[in-house]
């Protein structure tokens, strides 16, 4: 097969330069694309803000079309508004002119732009902007050559050449509701989450798990991402994240290796770890972000200056009974009662060990 020649394109090339694709998976990246161009750059940052560990019957991490486009609507208010099933190349550029542009999943055994093409049968998504502009913002590597964010002209014959098996959905866009706590949602979540990820360690997995390695790797760095975005840097989940790609790689070399398609006991006891301080970090971030605006709110100082304190009593009109009420908003906030044999006087003082009382107790 022969690769078209990429160009550019003065709507879609620059919105391609800003999303984070590599933080993105296949069906996510070309969503993420529509979602800045009605909402701006960085507006789909907003499929970071959850921390999960969601599950699909398999067991698979969650990450299958259904789930991503729910998560598309309540995160970035993009809505289905009509499906065709079934399409082939000619429907799909009879469509994109009508009213473009569509968002078309198909198999990337077809797609020439791709270094699938002509080598292996994947689900894959893109734009079909206008009859005959293609836009792809996955990036990822493969063993024929890298995927790249990018914008190809094709021609009517190599689309029509698509057989009649894609999938094409046009989008509405919708306001999206004010969110709630996320970082104590997640908190929650993450908690709960517990019993599943003890079953899924238990479970039998094949080559799957490096997916769902990849997979809970590029959510992280998103999360990442996405908390730099509103002002809360996390260099803890950054670092996590890093772990996350480097378990990603010795996963898939662990893999190619093995004769068996087992996973190693040393990438299980990694999955294992790594899982668990998931659950240990969305704590200690709901319970600091918990703390600090409990502070703010009551002692009516910036977010600079608590961040500046060390100890409660440097911040102005601190006193005894502020402290009583920074407690109650922190707990209202996260949904936990503290007893008084978490009050040590070390965490009525020290912003930090206020905050780790909290985070042992979400």
Do not use: Q
């Given at each position: 097969?022969?690769?078209?020649?990429?160009?550019?394109?003065?709507?879609?090339?620059?919105?391609l330069e800003t999303v984070r694709a590599d933080a993105l998976d296949c069906v996510q990246a070309n969503l993420a694309v529509l979602a800045d161009r009605h909402g701006g750059a960085g507006a789909h940052l907003s499929l970071g803000a959850p921390l999960r560990f969601d599950l699909e019957p398999g067991p698979r991490v969650a990450a299958s079309l259904p789930y991503r486009l729910a998560a598309a609507q309540e995160l970035l208010g993009l809505r289905v508004t009509r499906r065709w099933d079934g399409v082939d190349g000619a429907r799909l550029r009879a469509l994109a002119a009508e009213a473009g542009p569509l968002y078309v999943i198909a198999d990337a055994h077809d797609l020439t732009w791709t270094p699938y093409a002509g080598r292996r049968h994947t689900e894959h998504t893109f734009l079909l902007s206008t009859s005959d502009t293609v836009v792809d913002a996955y990036h990822d590597e493969t063993p024929w050559g890298p995927c790249r964010p990018g914008v190809w002209r094709i021609s009517p014959a190599e689309l029509d050449a698509l057989p009649p098996t894609a999938t094409a959905l046009r989008f509405a866009t919708e306001p999206v509701a004010p969110?709630?706590?996320i970082l104590a949602a997640n908190a929650r979540a993450m908690a709960d989450a517990v019993p599943a990820i003890d079953a899924y360690l238990s479970a039998d997995h094949g080559e799957g798990l490096v997916l769902d390695i990849w997979l809970l790797g590029r959510s992280r760095l998103l999360h990442g991402a996405w908390l730099a975005r509103h002002d809360r840097p996390s260099p803890e989940i950054d670092e996590q994240a890093r772990a996350w790609l480097t378990l990603a790689s010795k996963s898939f070399v662990a893999w190619r290796r093995s004769h068996t398609g087992a996973p190693t006991a040393a990438v299980l006891d990694d999955l294992g770890r790594l899982l668990h301080e998931d659950v240990a970090i969305a704590a200690r971030l709901a319970a600091r972000h918990a703390v600090l605006s409990a502070i703010q709110e009551v002692l009516r100082v910036d977010e600079p200056t608590v961040r500046a304190a060390t100890t409660l009593r440097e911040l102005p009109g601190y006193n005894s009974f502020g402290l009583v009420e920074i407690i109650e908003r922190a707990e209202a906030r996260l949904a936990v009662v503290l007893q008084d044999g978490d009050l040590a006087p070390q965490a009525l003082q020290d912003i930090d060990s206020l905050c780790a009382i909290f985070a042992?107790?979400?």
């Open positions: 097969m022969t690769s078209p020649a990429e160009t550019y394109d003065r709507l879609w090339s620059p919105l969110p709630p706590d042992s107790r979400v």
